[in-house]
């Protein structure tokens, strides 16, 4: 029994390590192996040719992972993994799809049936139609009507009116026995303006109170402003912010350096509608021979306006320099004193 427990926890054992050797193998993969570019433009003059063909293809890993865009008037994608396709653009249309099969004589359509009037619709019209009897109920009673009218304007007794003519007269009366309002006199005037001055002198207090409040809030705020801008030249001029910049100057470099491709060639066929102008541009790719080197060759055509060549750029890419670029400027000191001076905590 205790062979056979054992035996498992082996078998367990091997799994896990295996797992454990897998990822790690990948974690290693990711960050060492270089993902590979290659870039390619061409550019031909003709009726039939596209303006500019652009090739870009990107692989990693033997090819295990391969991405290839192509731009030549329309653009296609395709991308690989273990060499099965994953990505297509455009997507290739599906055949065996059936098409929608109508008869010859069936329409899209519906139309709409009209109504038909049959004899028993008209029957049922001419039923409807008013009978000669009718007119002796509806006036029979119109005169019901009148007589009810007649019987209530008899129930409004006459003294109500008269009580509301007479209201109506009292209130007329009383609206023109209001007496006029008096003007004030002389000594109400001279009584009222020590209290006019009064308001007139809280009001330019008040004004001059705002204007001393609002200059104060101003130089308060310039000589913040003033002591923010002494504190962070202070910190700039210090020497954390020396030791980050040349830590993060020399990180930058070694990536640019890592992005900078390993073989870039072009030949190009320049020409201008002025043979002066192409004449500067071959001066200026004279000027530039010492950077841009041997493979960078410019042609000019001084009879006609041109401009036609090829262009190959191949370089490739590490992960683990960005992550190490990364990991070196957070874990350095300097930075840490840099970020927390900037945030004013050792202040």
């Given at each position: 029994?205790?062979?056979?427990?054992?035996?498992?926890?082996k078998?367990?054992?091997?799994?896990?390590?295996?797992?454990?050797?897998?990822?790690?193998?990948g974690?290693?993969?990711?960050l060492?192996?270089?993902?590979?570019?290659?870039?390619?433009?061409?550019?031909?003059?003709?009726?039939?040719?596209p303006?500019?063909?652009?090739?870009?293809?990107?692989?990693?890993?033997?090819?295990?992972?391969?991405?290839?865009?192509?731009?030549?008037?329309?653009?296609?994608v395709?991308?690989?993994?273990?060499?099965?396709?994953?990505?297509?653009?455009?997507?290739?249309?599906?055949?065996g799809?059936?098409?929608?099969?109508?008869?010859?004589?069936?329409?899209?359509?519906?139309?709409?049936?009209?109504?038909?009037?049959?004899?028993?619709?008209?029957?049922?019209?001419?039923?409807?139609?008013?009978?000669g009897?009718?007119?002796?109920?509806?006036?029979?009673?119109?005169?019901?009507?009148?007589?009810?009218?007649?019987?209530?304007?008899?129930t409004?007794?006459?003294?109500?009116?008269?009580?509301?003519?007479?209201?109506?007269?009292?209130?007329?009366?009383?609206?023109?026995?209001?007496?006029?309002?008096?003007?004030?006199?002389?000594?109400?005037?001279?009584?009222?303006?020590?209290?006019?001055?009064?308001?007139?002198?809280?009001?330019?207090?008040?004004?001059?109170?705002?204007?001393?409040?609002?200059?104060?809030?101003?130089c308060?705020?310039?000589?913040?402003?003033?002591?923010?801008?002494?504190?962070?030249?202070?910190?700039?001029?210090?020497?954390?912010?020396?030791?980050?910049?040349?830590?993060?100057?020399?990180?930058?470099?070694?990536?640019?350096?890592?992005?900078?491709p390993?073989?870039?060639?072009?030949?190009?066929?320049?020409?201008?509608?002025?043979?002066?102008?192409?004449?500067?541009?071959?001066a200026?790719?004279?000027?530039?021979?010492?950077?841009?080197?041997?493979?960078?060759?410019?042609?000019?055509?001084?009879?006609?306006?041109?401009?036609?060549?090829?262009?190959?750029?191949?370089?490739?890419?590490?992960?683990?320099?960005?992550?190490?670029?990364?990991?070196?400027?957070?874990?350095?000191?300097d930075?840490?004193?840099?970020?927390?001076?900037?945030?004013?905590?050792?202040?």
């Amino acid at each position: 029994m205790l062979h056979i427990l054992l035996l498992i926890l082996k078998i367990i054992g091997i799994v896990l390590l295996c797992i454990l050797g897998v990822l790690i193998l990948g974690i290693v993969c990711a960050l060492f192996v270089p993902v590979r570019y290659r870039i390619e433009a061409v550019r031909k003059e003709g009726e039939e040719e596209p303006p500019v063909a652009v090739t870009v293809k990107i692989t990693w890993l033997l090819h295990f992972v391969n991405v290839l865009v192509r731009f030549a008037g329309e653009l296609s994608v395709r991308a690989r993994f273990m060499f099965i396709p994953v990505f297509r653009l455009p997507k290739r249309e599906k055949g065996g799809g059936r098409a929608e099969t109508r008869k010859p004589g069936q329409k899209k359509g519906r139309k709409k049936r009209k109504k038909e009037k049959t004899p028993e619709n008209t029957e049922g019209e001419m039923d409807t139609e008013p009978s000669g009897n009718g007119g002796t109920g509806d006036s029979a009673e119109e005169e019901r009507n009148i007589e009810e009218t007649k019987t209530a304007e008899k129930t409004i007794s006459p003294g109500s009116v008269k009580g509301d003519e007479k209201e109506d007269a009292q209130k007329a009366g009383g609206e023109k026995t209001e007496e006029p309002e008096k003007s004030p006199t002389l000594w109400d005037k001279l009584r009222a303006i020590p209290k006019i001055l009064g308001s007139i002198f809280a009001k330019i207090k008040s004004i001059f109170e705002n204007i001393q409040y609002t200059i104060q809030n101003i130089c308060d705020k310039i000589k913040s402003v003033s002591d923010t801008i002494e504190y962070y030249r202070t910190v700039i001029e210090g020497e954390p912010f020396r030791h980050s910049f040349a830590l993060c100057k020399k990180e930058l470099r070694s990536i640019a350096k890592s992005l900078k491709p390993t073989r870039f060639e072009a030949a190009l066929v320049v020409g201008m509608d002025d043979p002066a102008a192409t004449g500067e541009i071959l001066a200026v790719c004279g000027m530039l021979y010492p950077i841009l080197g041997p493979k960078v060759n410019v042609a000019g055509d001084f009879e006609r306006k041109r401009l036609e060549g090829r262009v190959y750029i191949r370089g490739k890419l590490r992960l683990f320099t960005f992550i190490r670029a990364a990991v070196r400027v957070y874990f350095n000191k300097d930075i840490r004193k840099l970020y927390g001076l900037l945030k004013k905590e050792a202040v």
